[in-house]
């Protein structure tokens, strides 16, 4: 077995060695821990529960309003966005401003006083708690919550005194936002009634919309008002305007004749006349070259009917036509030299000459209608050069007329624009709200708040992390040695063997219960349990056997606290080592419990030797069990054990022990509540230290072994008991 010359320095070590703090650490606690945290969880459940069973519901309704901005942002223009965005918060401040919750409470108390629809009137009282502290506000109509308040239904605006307070009490719960990065505004109100957080959040909707219609009413009535005084101004100016007019044209006169003068309109009669003599002197002019021209060549004779539209030369075309079928005829029947070939010829040629004197006849008659129409343009030039010298006399009066057009031009169309103007502002019927309304609110039938379903859920989690928190605090503050690895790590010590756990059981033999590895002393071990219990125990023979070169070896036996099982390791062990040849003494030194005492019957009455000095004396004497075993009880209750343990004449009770005996086991009290442990470790070889897996606290026993105080040549063993 292992030996540590340095068991306390090691022990020493380990008490100022940070304890790892790892996953499995974690995982491990959680697991151990399971039992507190699902009792944290439950009861935090159960609060929560309790709370929200408590918590009065509340209910959310929301209505949407959609803000035209188009109105006051021209669209196209470089800024229009930036622009609609500030209208967008200017529409939603306005929304928050005082002006309207004072339209909304009016409209409320209205609401409730007239139509009754709200039940819970005393609610709606609060509001209006401090009149004479309150600011003036103009009472609006009490909408329907479906139809936009109209500016014609709209009633004589009624002074009212709302309080400051009544106001602060019913923003509290109002929540107007814009929704993302549209035009649309929700406005939201939180009440535990689901109708009267319905009938709030509409009466902000229609207190806005009302209060718009009355904005563009007075603005509309403003405006009509200041228009209709300059549209007088204007009608003054025009007629004014008119009279200088009419005057200037008397004292010029200047009379006009279907808006002209009467220079001016005999100066447009002979300009339509000489256009009109100047076309038909151009035309005679284009007839009489048309004749000449058809007169020089007697080939085109054919279209001279056309040309001059003459009835004789038609004539003459048409016999023409006939003598020339003649002739052909006769040529083709007699030939070219016949009597009536020549005599058609003949008679050919001379309608020809006829056609060419006709001709000379047309062209002479249109050569002088050509110069009578020359004379006539000139005529018409001629007077109208005169007629244009007398007009530039006439020029200033002309400009001055003008100037007085021009004036009044202007006017009327001003007069026009204010006038059409007047009548759109006068038109209030017409007048509608920027903004119209998306979803009035309707009332909720599930509260909003508190959200039992995600609140458990939060609290579950949260509950879950405080139990985790616990048991973790509680694994931290109390570290229980637990297995092989944690006890040497823990303490530096080699822990020699791990103790199963062993069923209770009845004794067949007493019909007395056997109890497990802890007081009262577990004595007899059944054989189907004996296997593991049986193989601890005989490593902890083997260790004893190294732990001193010593023939006759002192074996002390404790635990940190009572229950831990210190005496039945020290029964078990004395009985094993007994049973396997070896002398073996049990010495029961816990003088204040008397467990293997107890446990084996032995009373104090039945010692003898009281005559025997020093510890012999205190001591009863050795006694042989039926097992082969030799025990030593512990003396009365009325012995005081530090004087008996601390004595000089103790050294020579276990050196008496010793010549008997090769093998002293001594069971001794808890180290934790007693030193008693400490006066005889100091005669002891060894020291057996019993742990209880999953109880004993790590820092117990390294506070303990502190305390002890022993020789640091002195061999420790841990036995890890109860570990499963």
């Known amino acids: 077995m292992l030996r540590r010359n340095t068991e306390l320095d090691s022990v020493a070590e380990a008490s100022h060695r940070p304890a790892p703090i790892d996953l499995a650490f974690l995982l491990g606690a959680l697991r151990r821990q399971a039992r507190l945290i699902a009792l944290v969880v439950a009861g935090g459940l159960i609060a929560t529960l309790l709370v929200l069973f408590l918590i009065t519901p509340r209910y959310v309704a929301i209505a949407s309003i959609l803000v035209d901005t188009q109105s006051a942002t021209p669209s196209g223009s470089p800024a229009s966005e930036a622009k609609s965005d500030v209208l967008i918060e200017n529409e939603v401040e306005i929304l928050r401003s005082p002006r309207i919750a004072a339209r909304v409470l009016s409209q409320l108390e209205s609401s409730g006083a ?16 401090s009149k004479p502290e309150g600011v003036q506000i103009a009472n609006a109509s009490p909408g329907d919550g479906r139809q936009a308040t109209d500016a014609a239904t709209m009633p004589a605006n009624v002074p009212n005194k709302i309080s400051l307070s009544a106001l602060n009490a019913l923003m509290r719960y109002a929540d107007i936002q814009r929704k993302g990065h549209s035009f649309v505004v929700d406005v939201s109100y939180i009440d535990p009634s689901g109708e009267r957080a319905a009938s709030v959040a509409n009466a902000f909707v229609e207190a806005y919309l009302a209060d718009q219609l009355q904005a563009k009413l007075d603005a509309a009535r403003g405006e009509n008002q200041s228009l209709k005084a300059r549209i007088l101004d204007v009608r ?42 100047r076309a038909r002197a151009a035309e005679a002019v284009a007839r009489v070259n048309q004749a000449k021209s058809l007169a020089e060549n007697p080939q085109q004779l054919l279209s001279l009917d056309t040309a001059l539209q003459s009835t004789v030369i038609s004539e003459y075309r048409r016999q023409a036509a006939e003598i020339q079928r003649r002739i052909a005829d006769n040529v083709s029947r007699y030939g070219d030299q016949h009597a009536s070939s020549v005599s058609a010829k003949a008679e050919l040629i001379n309608l020809n000459i006829e056609i060419q004197n006709e001709i000379k006849r047309i062209v002479e008659s249109l050569q002088l209608s050509s110069e009578s129409a020359a004379g006539k343009v000139k005529l018409l030039e001629d007077g109208l050069a005169k007629l244009k010298e007398n007009a530039l006399a006439f020029q200033g009066d002309q400009t001055k007329l003008s100037e007085f057009t021009r004036d009044l031009d202007v006017s009327t169309k001003l007069y026009a624009t204010l006038l059409a103007r007047y009548h759109e502002t ?82 067949e033999s007493t019909g007395a219960s056997a109890h497990n590895l802890c007081t009262p002393v577990y004595w007899k071990v059944p054989e189907e349990d004996g296997g593991r219990f049986n193989q601890a125990i005989f490593v902890l023979r083997q260790w004893t056997q190294s732990s001193s070169a010593r023939q006759s070896r002192v074996i002390v036996v404790a635990a940190t606290h009572i229950g831990e099982g210190c005496s039945t390791i020290a029964a078990q062990l004395a009985r094993y080592a007994a049973s396997t040849g070896l002398r073996t003494v049990l010495l ?39 097992d082969g075993l030799d025990f030593c009880a512990a003396p009365a209750s009325n012995c005081r054990p530090l004087d008996l343990l601390g004595s000089h004449a103790m050294p020579a009770f276990l050196d008496r022990l010793r010549d008997d005996h090769e093998l002293i086991v001594i069971d001794t009290p808890a180290l934790a509540t007693y030193v008693d442990a400490a006066a005889l470790v100091e005669h002891a070889d060894a020291l057996l230290l019993v742990v209880k897996a999953a109880q004993t606290d790590q820092q117990d026993v390294i506070d303990a072994l502190t305390r002890l105080d022993a020789d640091p040549q002195l061999p ?9």
């Open 426 to 507: 006068g038109a209030e019927a017409l007048l509608r709200p920027d903004a119209r309304v998306l979803s009035y609110a309707g009332a909720p039938t599930r509260p909003s708040s508190p959200k039992k379903t995600l609140l458990l859920l939060l609290a579950s989690v949260a509950w879950l992390g405080v139990g985790a928190g616990l048991g973790l605090m509680r694994e931290l503050t109390h570290r229980p040695l637990r297995s092989r690895t944690e006890v040497e790590r823990a303490l530096g010590l080699p822990c020699l063997a791990e103790i199963p756990v062993v069923d209770l059981t009845v004794d």
């Open 716 to 724: 420790i063993g841990v036995v890890l008991n109860m570990a499963g």
């Open 236 to 277: 003054k100016e025009i007629n004014s305007i008119e009279q200088r007019q009419q005057a200037y044209r008397a004292s010029q006169g200047l009379v006009e004749v279907g808006g002209l003068t009467l220079m001016q309109k005999e100066i447009s009669d002979y300009a339509e006349q000489l256009a009109s003599a």
């Open 114 to 129: 007239e139509e009754g629809s709200i039940r819970s009137s005393s609610w709606w009282s609060s509001f209006f708690a």
């Open 588 to 626: 029961d030194a816990d003088l204040r419990a008397r467990g293997l005492s107890d446990a084996l019957g032995v009373e104090p009455s039945t010692s003898s030797g009281e005559s025997e000095p020093g510890a012999a004396a205190q001591f009863p004497p050795v006694i042989q069990l039926q």
